[in-house]
């Protein structure tokens, strides 16, 4: 997923990434973490649309963060 990697953290997600990999014990070199935290963020955005269209009744199901968060889906 070379997007996820090429891209930048939003700032004002800091909090939450920490808060998340304190929750799944995630700990990282610092030649990954920059990659995981862009895959989080991907995913993050792709579950608040979903959970959006879930909010307008065009999904039947609500996603979430989790502790796969930060790996890519293999389709």
């Given at each position: 997923?070379?997007?996820?990697?090429?891209s930048?953290s939003?700032?004002?997600?800091?909090?939450?990434?920490?808060?998340?990999k304190?929750?799944?014990?995630?700990?990282?070199?610092?030649?990954?973490?920059?990659?995981?935290?862009?895959?989080?963020?991907?995913?993050?955005?792709?579950?608040?649309?979903?959970?959006?269209?879930?909010?307008?009744g065009?999904?039947s199901?609500?996603?979430?963060?989790?502790h796969?968060?930060?790996?890519?889906?293999?389709?």
């Amino acid at each position: 997923m070379a997007s996820a990697a090429s891209s930048s953290s939003d700032p004002s997600l800091d909090a939450e990434w920490e808060e998340w990999k304190m929750k799944y014990n995630k700990k990282y070199s610092p030649e990954v973490e920059g990659y995981r935290r862009a895959v989080w963020e991907e995913n993050k955005k792709m579950i608040e649309q979903h959970n959006a269209d879930y909010e307008q009744g065009k999904t039947s199901f609500m996603m979430g963060l989790n502790h796969f968060s930060d790996m890519v889906t293999i389709t």
